[in-house]
């Protein structure tokens, strides 16, 4: 079973303030959750290969292709503030 100190980094960690009831039922919850990955590490998974998706998946590419866009006055002329032919932003960092 989970201990008290335990339950009271993960909800620090999480930024819960849990009342002493949470505290008391959290307990055998995260012992089941941690039960049940145990099993799961215990099922032998060597002979399978490592996947994307759960289920078999066939992707289709399409091929790239050029296109001229010439809308960038356009879009440049929308912005609420420019300079020159650029954005003009707030600054990201201080």
């Known amino acids: 079973m989970i201990s008290k100190e335990q339950i009271l980094k993960i909800a620090k960690l999480a ?6 009831e949470e505290e008391a039922s959290f307990s055998p919850q995260f012992s089941a959750i941690l039960d049940y990955f145990e099993q ?3 099922v032998d998974t060597s002979d399978v290969l490592p996947m994307i ?7 289709h590419w399409r ?5 001229d866009w010439n809308m960038g006055k356009e879009v440049i002329e929308q ?3 420019k300079s020159g032919n650029l954005f003009k932003v707030p600054p990201v960092v201080g």
């Open 40 to 42: 799961m590490s215990e």
């Open 63 to 67: 091929e790239d292709q050029a296109k």
């Open 79 to 81: 912005a609420p503030e």
């Open 53 to 59: 998706t759960p289920t078999e998946m066939e992707f």
């Open 15 to 20: 930024r819960l303030n849990l009342t002493p």
